[in-house]
Every structure is written in C-alpha cells, then in structure tokens.
C-alpha cells in the first residue's frame, strides 16, 4: 500500500513538474541559452590565454635559440684562440639554454595542442548556439501560435455564432417606413379611398388629384 500511494505521489509530481516546464519552456530555453553563452565566453577567454603563452613561449624559444647560435660561435673563436677555459664556460651555458629550449618547445607544443582541442569546442559551441537562438525564434512564433489558437477555442465559435445570428436577426427585421406605407395602401382599400384614382386613370371622370401632366398643360395653355 506505501509503494502504491509513493508511486502515485511520484507521478503526480512529475505530471506537474511536466506542466512547470510546458509553462515555461521559453524562459527555460532563454536561460539555457545564456548559460551557454557565458560557457562560451569563459571558453573564448581560456583559448586567449592560451594563445598569449604559446605565443611568449614561442618568442622565447626564438631567443634562446639566437643566443645559442650567438655563444656557440664566440665559444668556437675562444678554442681557436686557446681559451678553452671561456669556451667552457659558455658551453655550460649553451647547455642550460638547450635545456631551456628543450622544456619551452615541450610547453609549446603541449599548449598548441590544447589550443587546437579549444578552439574546435569554441567553434562547435558557437554553431550550436547559433542553432540554438534560431531554435528559439521558431518556439516563441509556435508558443505565440499556440495562445491565439487557445483564445480561439469552441468557447470563441460560440461567440462568432452568437454574433452572426444577431446580425442575422437585425439585417432581417422588417423596415418600418416600408411596413407603414403598406399598412396606408391597406387601409386605403379597405376604405375604398383609391377607387376614385383608379376610375380617373382609366378616363372615367376627372382626376382627384393634381399630377406633373395637368400642370404642365396648365402652364402652356397660359
């Protein structure tokens, strides 16, 4: 019974950390992507320093070597000359500064190497967050898709529905101004008041009322 109620309680909990992470999956994604990026500039600073003390070793090296060069061919003249006890001398020093040469192009080449791994991780990690920042453009236009699609839920048609029946209704009302004249015409008839109109138009009698034709007879006969 305890491992039931523990698993139901597990489950509940990752049903709602689920829906944690859905809500806000943007502010997530945001997050992680500056995450990265500070990874990524803390990994740009690392292959700078790098490259600063390849760089110092490589020129110390290129000193050394000069001056290898330099006390070798004073130690030669100083044999020719019988000075073999400056020649030893400088011999002992050429043998520090091969030495010294010898750890500086190991270190050389050690950071070169580490360099190399570097800067492939760099430019991986920047095409990634490049990716990543598209990515994210695209989740922001779906989540923004999403909410409008969830304002227009069945609850929205309902409205639209509601609506268009209500204009329906308006648009099918009947005019009153035409619904009056209608209702004079019936009265008129059930009087028998355009009977004498109807008579006067067929020439039977003169007209009852005055019309633009009489007038205008009228008016040429003056």
């Known amino acids: 019974m305890f491992n039931t109620l523990s698993t139901l309680i597990k489950g509940s909990q990752a049903r709602a950390n689920d829906r944690m992470r859905d809500h806000y999956a943007i502010d997530l994604i945001?997050?992680?992507?500056?995450?990265?990026?500070?990874?990524?500039?803390?990994?740009?600073?690392?292959?700078?320093?790098?490259?600063?003390?390849?760089?110092?070793?490589?020129?110390?090296?290129?000193?050394?070597?000069?001056?290898?060069?330099?006390?070798?061919?004073?130690?030669?003249?100083?044999?020719?000359?019988?000075?073999?006890?400056?020649?030893?001398?400088?011999?002992?020093?050429?043998?520090?500064?091969?030495?010294?040469?010898?750890?500086?192009?190991?270190?050389?080449?050690r950071l070169e190497a580490k360099i190399t791994r570097l800067r492939h991780s760099v430019e991986t990690a920047h095409r990634r967050i490049i990716d990543l920042k598209q990515s994210a453009i695209s989740a922001k236009a779906v989540q923004a898709e999403q909410k409008m699609q969830a304002r227009m839920a069945p609850g929205t048609e309902n409205s639209f529905e509601e609506a268009e029946e209500l204009i329906a209704r308006v648009m099918g009302r009947e005019d009153p101004f035409e619904q009056g004249e209608?209702?004079?015409?019936?009265?008129?008839?059930?009087?028998?008041?355009?009977?004498?109109?109807?008579?006067a138009s067929k020439g039977y009698g003169p007209t009852t009322k005055s019309t633009a034709a009489d007038v205008l007879a009228r008016l040429k006969s003056n």
Do not use: F, P, Y
């Not at 209608?182 to 008579?199: M, S, Y």
């Open 182 to 199: 209608v209702l004079r015409d019936i009265n008129a008839a059930l009087k028998h008041e355009n009977i004498g109109d109807k008579l």
């Open 30 to 109: 945001d997050q992680k992507i500056r995450e990265a990026d500070g990874s990524l500039k803390a990994a740009k600073a690392t292959l700078a320093s790098l490259i600063l003390r390849h760089r110092n070793e490589s020129k110390q090296i290129e000193v050394l070597d000069r001056r290898i060069i330099d006390l070798t061919s004073r130690a030669k003249a100083a044999l020719e000359d019988g000075r073999e006890d400056m020649a030893t001398e400088a011999a002992m020093a050429i043998a520090q500064m091969e030495n010294e040469s010898t750890l500086r192009c190991e270190t050389a080449n």
